[in-house]
C-alpha cells in the first residue's frame, strides 16, 4: 500500500466541520492589483526520479486525498490533531469567523488559489520556530508546516479553472523515500515566488521573512471567513516570553514563511 507524507507550509487554512477524519486546505488567493508584492503563488513540489526537484504550478487546481480501502477502518482523529495544536492559530475561536461551505466544493469563488481535501488521513509533524506571536488572545509558537500521513492513498484532481495539465499525475513519479517504494513525499508551499526553496528539504533553519511581512500577508486569510469580530488590522505581532511586544522589528534570527491558520464551517 502507498503511504503519502504531504507537508504544507506557510499560507495554508486548515478548515473543519467537526467531522473526525475529514480537513480541506485552502491556499487564498492572493493576486491584487494595487500591490502585487504580496501575490503568492502555490507550488506542488516533490523530487523525480531522477532525483530533481521537480515545482509544479497548483492554482486552479483542486486534489482530493483519500484513505484507500485496503487501509480504511475507524477514521483517524485527523481533526481533533489539528484542534489540539495550540501552534495552528484557530481563527474561528479568535475572531469568530467561519469559512462558507461553497469554498470547500466547486470554483471557490475566486477566493481561492488551490485547494486540497484531505480524508482518513493523520497529522505526523507539526513545526514552529521558537519565536513566540501573539494574535488577539493567542499567544504562543505559531506553526509554519504541518505533514500529513495518508495511507494507501487515493489522489484525485479537479480543475478550479485551470487549463494546464495535472500537476502530478502518478504517485509513481515520485521518487520514493524508503527503498521499498512505498513512502512518497511531496510538499505544498503557498508563498512569495522569491521564496520557494532551491532544494527537499530545505535546509534547516533557512529563513526569508521578517515581521512586517507576517503581519502584511496574515490578513490576506479574512477574505475566506465571514461573521469575523476584527478588521484588518488584527495581526501577528513578536512577543517575548512574558507576552510584552517586542521592539526593533523580526530580532536577530528572522523567521520563517507564512504562519498556518484553522478555522471551521458554517
Known amino acids: 500500500m502507498a503511504k503519502l507524507k504531504i507537508d504544507f507550509n506557510c499560507m495554508c487554512l486548515f478548515v473543519t466541520n467537526g467531522e473526525p477524519g475529514k480537513v480541506r486546505v485552502l491556499m487564498p488567493a492572493t493576486a491584487c492589483p494595487h500591490h502585487p508584492e504580496l501575490r503568492h503563488t502555490v507550488r506542488l513540489m516533490y523530487r523525480d526520479r531522477n532525483d530533481e526537484v521537480q515545482y509544479k504550478d497548483m492554482e486552479g487546481w483542486s486534489l482530493e486525498l483519500r484513505r484507500g480501502l485496503g487501509a480504511r477502518g475507524a477514521a483517524p482523529p485527523s481533526a481533533t490533531a489539528i484542534e489540539g495544536t495550540k501552534e495552528i492559530v484557530n481563527l474561528t475561536s479568535l475572531t469568530g469567523g467561519r469559512v462558507d461551505s461553497k469554498l470547500l466544493t466547486g470554483s471557490g469563488e475566486g477566493k481561492i488559489a488551490s485547494r486540497v481535501s484531505i480524508e482518513g488521513a493523520t497529522v505526523e509533524d507539526v513545526a514552529c520556530q521558537d519565536h513566540r506571536w501573539r494574535l488577539g488572545a493567542h499567544d504562543g509558537f505559531m506553526a509554519h ?22 500537476p502530478l499525475a502518478f504517485l509513481e513519479d515520485v521518487k520514493p523515500e524508503t527503498q521499498d517504494g512505498d513512502v512518497y513525499r511531496v510538499y505544498v508551499y503557498h508563498v512569495l515566488e522569491q521564496d520557494l526553496p532551491a532544494d527537499l528539504p530545505p535546509p534547516p533553519g533557512e529563513e526569508t521573512l521578517v515581521e512586517d511581512d507576517i503581519a502584511s500577508h496574515f490578513p490576506m486569510y479574512y477574505p475566506l471567513l465571514t461573521g469575523l469580530r476584527v478588521d484588518g488590522g488584527f495581526v501577528p505581532e513578536r512577543v517575548d516570553e512574558n507576552g510584552t511586544k517586542m521592539d526593533g522589528g523580526s530580532g536577530p534570527s528572522g523567521t520563517f514563511q507564512c504562519k498556518l491558520a484553522q478555522a471551521m464551517t458554517m
Open 145 to 166: 508546516q504541518v505533514t500529513w500521513c495518508v495511507d494507501d492513498v487515493e489522489m484525485y484532481w479537479k480543475p478550479l479553472g485551470a487549463k494546464r495539465k495535472k
